[in-house]
């Protein structure tokens, strides 16, 4: 297999890192791949805020937790538990040094796919470079709240609607993928 499709394989997600900020030339890296992924007729409408705050990675992270649905009898990853998997997990964040959330138009039509694409690349992009990520969803939540509507006006993104996270640091640990499910692919001839 060549490369690209071995990174493919090979790529997981972490909810454990260290406390080591990602180098600017790695981050410049993975934001530019970004920006050239798929989008509704090139119209390159979604933004992107990278935040490597701590304190408000911390605080987005909590309200993201808050609105997380119990799940009961649901189980992750052991080896990378997600806040499904252990309660004690107070930021849905897991303490990643850089978040990324997707801003789109709101209610343009293809919002959450132009967004899936750009996270997609970013995740391959970490972990060609020796980094880890995992995707966080329920960003439309993560900033419902005075706080988060406060940021996005700060921000200047009154105009969009959050789609999502990407997290991303310095993996601990291993994270092993839970074997893939049979009969999920039909081809027709």
């Known amino acids: 297999m060549n490369e690209i499709i071995t990174n493919m394989l090979e790529r997981r997600s ?7 900020q990602i180098p600017d030339d790695l981050l410049n890296q993975i934001l530019e791949v970004a920006l050239f992924a798929p989008n509704a007729g090139s119209g390159q409408r979604t933004k992107m805020l990278v935040c490597q705050n701590e304190e408000v990675n911390q605080t987005l992270g909590k309200f ?11 189980k992750v990853n052991e080896n990378q538990p997600s806040i499904i998997d ?3 997990i107070q930021n849905a964040f897991y303490d990643a040094p850089t ?5 789109a138009l709101k209610n343009f039509l293809y919002s959450k796919e132009d ?5 997609e690349n970013i995740l391959l992009a970490a972990q060609s470079l020796g980094l880890g990520g995992c995707y ?3 960003a439309k939540e993560t900033f419902n709240n005075e706080y988060g509507k406060k940021l996005m006006e700060e921000w200047e993104l009154i105009d969009c609607d959050p789609i999502g996270h990407v997290i991303l640091g310095y993996p601990i640990g291993v994270s092993y993928p839970k074997p893939r499910k049979e009969k999920r692919i039909k081809i027709i001839k």
């Open 64 to 74: 993201n937790k808050v609105a997380m649905p119990i799940r009961l009898g649901s």
């Open 86 to 88: 252990n309660p004690d």
């Open 99 to 103: 978040v990324i959330t997707f801003f």
């Open 136 to 138: 966080v969803g329920r």
């Open 14 to 20: 972490y909810r454990k890192y260290e406390k080591k």
């Open 115 to 119: 967004s899936a694409f750009m996270a």
